[in-house]
């Protein structure tokens, strides 16, 4: 019968006893670690911030690109709230705090918020901006970012062709030609107090054979058809592209500025001063051209806002 070595014996358990010891020792470390980073992760990531968009293709455009800045610069992410349905809405709910901040024009605020008339001297879209920026400041302590750099505002536009052979490039030009001409106009600009197509017909000193009133999606159909002539539409739609129709010069200034905006609450900013500075890129990063094209994007060729927004800010080398 063979002996045992008992020494040998010994000193094998004692070494996988320290290997177990050594294995146990190296998970808790990594499990500590795990922790920490955790916690540390949920620090950072616990505040979800978020943005307020009214309904509609161009908004949540912006709002998607509020989003992807925030959580590509910064550790926090974002919630984007669709489908508010109106500039109110959207502005009293960041008032009471549901909302971080939202997307806005300033044109709306000056008219509609802060019940200001159009005169000559509020034409200018910087004197606009201060006014709106300065009344959010001191009436609701919320900062405007400074604006996107396009204006969405009401005008009119014809088939570009059409415009080529007239020789009509702004909307002067179409004195001559307005008798004739049937103009499809949204409901809301049609009557609008003070700022309609009465309005309109008085300070460029004529009037359309016609005014159907129709939606605009209505409109570019109709458009499209021949059955109207011109149309009364949005700066930026991204049909104006699909379809080929040149915006006209509003050379008397009749519209205000709608420069497109973010409105957030000073308080957020104060906490998070890193948010603000991710978000000073927003500073004239879209010109009314690539509005329309980023609306066509979404509206014309069906992509997803996010997708529009991410690939935007990818081209002009913001994010990765």
Known sequence: MRKTNKKGVVARVLQQHRKKVFVLMLAVVAAIAAIV?????????????????????????????????????????????????????????????????HTGFTGTSFLGLFEQTLTDEWRDPDKVYTYVRDQYLEQYNMYVFPPYGYNNTYAVAVPRQWAEKHNVTKQSDLAPYAKDMVLAVDQTWKDYPGQGYKEYTELYGFAFKETPQMDFGLMYQAIAKGEVDAINCYSTDGQLIAQDLLVLEDDKGFNPPYNGVLICRNDVLSEYPEIKEALSVLEGLIDTEEMQQLNKQVVVDEKGPDVVAREFLQKKGIIE
């Open 37 to 101: 980073a955790g916690c540390s992760s949920s620090r950072k990531n616990e505040r979800v911030f978020k943005v307020g968009t009214q309904g509609y293709a161009e908004v949540e455009i912006l709002g998607e690109i509020v989003k992807a800045i925030i959580e590509e610069k910064t550790a926090y992410q974002v919630q984007h709230v669709k489908s508010l349905g109106s500039a109110m809405a959207a502005h009293e709910a960041t008032v009471r705090g549901d909302l971080d901040m």
